[in-house]
């Protein structure tokens, strides 16, 4: 699976849009970027995924820049309880084998939502 | 309500006490793993199992246990626990196909002393 880097800390005001910013540089054709996020000691909550189109859901927007090599994560609308860690995974949607649903998580970044 | 749900939530023990922590999930998900994590470390893959009785190791298995009876649970033992199991476990599950959303368990945190 790709390496994916991202900034290990951000801040934001309440009511407005968090921009979370991922690299997977080395990212391949099959892989596709996902997003997850924890607060504080929960389990991880799937936020988003998507291979090369912008995606939207009730949660966020992911925007994946067109040579797929970095992807933004957009909150529309920051509020206290996003206040999180975000992950940003890169994987082969189906993987078999040994790979076949593992998730690897690397540190994240630490969103603050301000009042 | 979709969820996957484990016991105990909290667990403080000693050395060499056997443990088991159970995980169950009511989505009829084929695929279910254990992860565990630690500051610095991020979240580990400890086992996994595609269905039932269908299961294989993770990135950093040793010192546990597995088992698959039903496809509903999936616990988690630690036959001899040592200090260095410490951490927070997360139970997780997922159909078959693909991996797009991973349901999380809420986590125990357990403490061997």
């Known amino acids: 699976d790709a390496k994916t880097t991202q900034p290990p800390s951000m801040d934001c005001a309440e009511g407005r849009a968090a921009n979370l910013p991922c690299n997977h540089s080395t990212i391949s054709g099959n892989e596709y970027v996902y997003w997850y996020r924890q607060i504080h000691s929960q389990g991880p909550q799937y936020i988003i995924h998507?291979?090369?189109n912008n995606e939207t859901n009730e949660m966020a927007s992911l925007i994946i820049t067109e040579d797929r090599k970095s992807s933004t994560l957009i909150l529309p609308h920051a509020t206290l309880r996003d206040t999180a860690v975000y992950y940003c995974i890169v994987r082969v949607f189906n993987a078999g084998g040994t790979s076949y649903g593992k998730l690897t998580f690397g540190q994240g970044t630490i969103l603050t939502v301000h009042p | 309500e979709a969820q996957v749900t484990q016991n105990p939530r909290y667990l403080i023990t000693v050395t060499g006490k056997k443990l088991t922590v159970t995980c169950s999930q009511n989505?009829?998900?084929?695929?279910m793993s254990w992860y565990r994590q630690d500051p610095g470390l991020g979240l580990r893959q400890i086992y996994y199992?595609?269905?039932?009785?269908?299961?294989d190791k993770g990135d950093v298995p040793e010192g546990y246990k597995v088992s698959r009876k039903e496809k509903r649970n999936f616990p988690l033992i630690l036959e001899s626990p040592s200090p260095n199991q410490t951490s927070l476990y997360f139970c997780a599950s997922n159909k078959r196909e693909g991996v797009n959303e991973q349901f999380f368990g809420p986590g125990t945190r357990l403490t061997v002393l």
């Open positions: 998507g291979l090369k």
């Open positions: 989505m009829n998900h084929e695929y």
């Open positions: 199992s595609m269905n039932v009785e269908v299961t």
